[in-house]
């Protein structure tokens, strides 16, 4: 096979939850333990930190790689879903899996694979092990697929566990309520191994303290840790500086509004790092000094270090052409506020969600005076144009109906003048749909 047909295998003739919904996901961690077994516990020869949330885990994991990466680590990073290309998903030092790499290990596994019934997860999270392993990285940046408690990452104990936040989402698998989900993520906790939470609502605190207790591991929630002094958004370069008391001032590329909060959780991690012996040690004073050229440097070029997509990314201008995979209520309660910020003459949405969201939600919280591109992504799970449009006519969202996402984003380009915004968003899908077009 050539990497196009290994790609072609691994999304079509593997159970894939990204593609089937809820028909391609499997409970349990059997399969990943025997193809863990198989390879000879790749996992267990390189250090991790293991990052789950509702929102956000995919900055806080990409932002901590360029982290390490500055300070001279040898990284791997984990991540999903991908927004052009599967190789984006393992990176090592910021460069992607190469295509060479992915053909062997799935013709030479395949047998195995369809032995077990492996899923498009397990073998991605199997592949992305054995290469981390085969590179002796030093750290890796694990983030969960779905959940926690029964993801293929939770194989590996990591030397500091990261729940970035809980919200309502993917509620047929994980739960209808947010103690429920909180429940299944929290399930990524380790004996003895330090616990960050970058939020907690009062009604799911005591549920991730009592499953540290259980498990005697340090929790801290980085919302209390008063290390990020203030934050302000620098429309002029699309930034945001921060101040903080021990690890100086410094820019954060990544200016959606919710990443202050990650930059929160990401600061909290690195003093469980520290405290490891990672990054520098000793005092506050050696820290700050060691650290925050490394920390400027990260922050300020995340997405060049580590390839990271979508998150409030400006990819034009003239007009401003902004796109966000956020795609629940909790991820569109910022995004509403950061569009309703945006200063242009006439806003565009270009926009589509999938099946198993809450587009009741998401869209209530729309702005009401835009002009919509109703779409739909290149993925099973999209809803239908028409279906999306009729739900925006609900709460008074007006616009026309294009089968495809680059029809729609082309729409909405003829339409918008130089001083106009157009944002692109609703789904990974939809981005990733405006990615692939553009590149």
């Given at each position: 096979m050539n990497y196009e047909e290994t790609c072609e295998y691994l999304f079509n003739q593997t159970a894939n939850y990204e593609s089937q919904g809820q028909g391609g996901y499997?409970?349990?961690?059997?399969?990943?333990?025997?193809?863990d077994e198989h390879y000879e516990h790749p996992h267990q020869n390189f250090k991790s930190i293991h990052v789950a949330g509702t929102n956000g885990k995919g900055s806080v994991s990409h932002t901590l790689a360029a982290i390490l990466q500055v300070c001279g680590y040898k990284v791997g990073l984990y991540t999903s879903p991908h927004l052009v290309d599967f190789s984006e998903r393992i990176r090592l030092n910021g460069q992607p899996i190469p295509q060479e790499y992915v053909i062997d290990f799935v013709e030479e596994g395949r047998e195995l694979f369809e032995s077990v019934g492996a899923t498009f997860f397990e073998i991605t999270t199997a592949m992305a092990f054995k290469y981390f392993s085969d590179n002796e990285?030093?750290?890796a940046i694990v983030e969960v697929g779905l959940g926690g408690r029964l993801d293929s990452t939770n194989i590996i104990t990591p030397l500091v566990s990261v729940i970035t936040n809980v919200s309502l989402d993917h509620t047929q698998i994980l739960g209808s309520s947010v103690e429920q989900i909180a429940m299944e993520k929290g399930g990524i906790i380790k004996d003895a191994v330090p616990v960050v939470v970058g939020e907690a609502a009062p009604?799911?605190?005591p549920i991730f303290e009592a499953l540290a207790l259980q498990c005697d591991a340090p929790l801290v929630f980085a919302e209390d840790d008063d290390e990020v002094v203030t934050d302000e958004f620098l429309p002029g370069d699309s930034s945001?500086?921060?101040?903080?008391?021990?690890?100086?001032?410094?820019k954060g590329e990544l200016c959606g509004i919710y990443q202050v909060k990650n930059t929160r959780t990401i600061l909290t991690v690195l003093y469980e790092l520290v405290k490891l012996g990672y990054l520098c040690q000793v005092t506050d004073q050696a820290t700050k000094i060691v650290v925050q050229k490394e920390l400027s440097e990260a922050f300020l070029h995340v997405t060049a270090i580590t390839g990271l997509?979508?998150?409030w990314q400006t990819v034009r201008i003239n007009p401003t052409v902004i796109c966000d995979i956020g795609?629940?209520?909790?991820?569109?309660?910022?995004?509403?506020?950061?569009?309703?910020?945006?200063?242009?003459?006439?806003?565009?949405?270009v926009f589509g969600m999938v099946d198993d969201k809450d587009i009741y939600g998401v869209m209530s919280l729309m702005p009401k005076d835009a002009t919509y591109y109703f779409t739909k992504a290149s993925t099973k799970r999209a809803l239908p144009e028409q279906s999306v449009q009729v739900f925006g006519q609900q709460f008074e969202l007006t616009g026309e109906?294009?089968?495809?996402?680059?029809?729609?984003?082309?729409?909405?380009?003829?339409?918008?003048?130089?001083?106009d915004c157009i944002f692109v968003g609703g789904s990974n899908y939809v981005v990733a749909d405006f990615l692939k077009t553009r590149d």
């Amino acid at each position: 096979m050539n990497y196009e047909e290994t790609c072609e295998y691994l999304f079509n003739q593997t159970a894939n939850y990204e593609s089937q919904g809820q028909g391609g996901y499997k409970t349990g961690l059997d399969n990943m333990l025997k193809l863990d077994e198989h390879y000879e516990h790749p996992h267990q020869n390189f250090k991790s930190i293991h990052v789950a949330g509702t929102n956000g885990k995919g900055s806080v994991s990409h932002t901590l790689a360029a982290i390490l990466q500055v300070c001279g680590y040898k990284v791997g990073l984990y991540t999903s879903p991908h927004l052009v290309d599967f190789s984006e998903r393992i990176r090592l030092n910021g460069q992607p899996i190469p295509q060479e790499y992915v053909i062997d290990f799935v013709e030479e596994g395949r047998e195995l694979f369809e032995s077990v019934g492996a899923t498009f997860f397990e073998i991605t999270t199997a592949m992305a092990f054995k290469y981390f392993s085969d590179n002796e990285v030093d750290i890796a940046i694990v983030e969960v697929g779905l959940g926690g408690r029964l993801d293929s990452t939770n194989i590996i104990t990591p030397l500091v566990s990261v729940i970035t936040n809980v919200s309502l989402d993917h509620t047929q698998i994980l739960g209808s309520s947010v103690e429920q989900i909180a429940m299944e993520k929290g399930g990524i906790i380790k004996d003895a191994v330090p616990v960050v939470v970058g939020e907690a609502a009062p009604e799911i605190r005591p549920i991730f303290e009592a499953l540290a207790l259980q498990c005697d591991a340090p929790l801290v929630f980085a919302e209390d840790d008063d290390e990020v002094v203030t934050d302000e958004f620098l429309p002029g370069d699309s930034s945001i500086y921060y101040t903080t008391r021990h690890l100086g001032d410094f820019k954060g590329e990544l200016c959606g509004i919710y990443q202050v909060k990650n930059t929160r959780t990401i600061l909290t991690v690195l003093y469980e790092l520290v405290k490891l012996g990672y990054l520098c040690q000793v005092t506050d004073q050696a820290t700050k000094i060691v650290v925050q050229k490394e920390l400027s440097e990260a922050f300020l070029h995340v997405t060049a270090i580590t390839g990271l997509k979508g998150r409030w990314q400006t990819v034009r201008i003239n007009p401003t052409v902004i796109c966000d995979i956020g795609h629940n209520v909790a991820a569109w309660t910022h995004i509403s506020r950061q569009l309703a910020a945006l200063d242009c003459r006439q806003l565009h949405i270009v926009f589509g969600m999938v099946d198993d969201k809450d587009i009741y939600g998401v869209m209530s919280l729309m702005p009401k005076d835009a002009t919509y591109y109703f779409t739909k992504a290149s993925t099973k799970r999209a809803l239908p144009e028409q279906s999306v449009q009729v739900f925006g006519q609900q709460f008074e969202l007006t616009g026309e109906c294009y089968p495809t996402v680059a029809e729609a984003f082309s729409a909405a380009m003829k339409a918008a003048e130089k001083s106009d915004c157009i944002f692109v968003g609703g789904s990974n899908y939809v981005v990733a749909d405006f990615l692939k077009t553009r590149d």
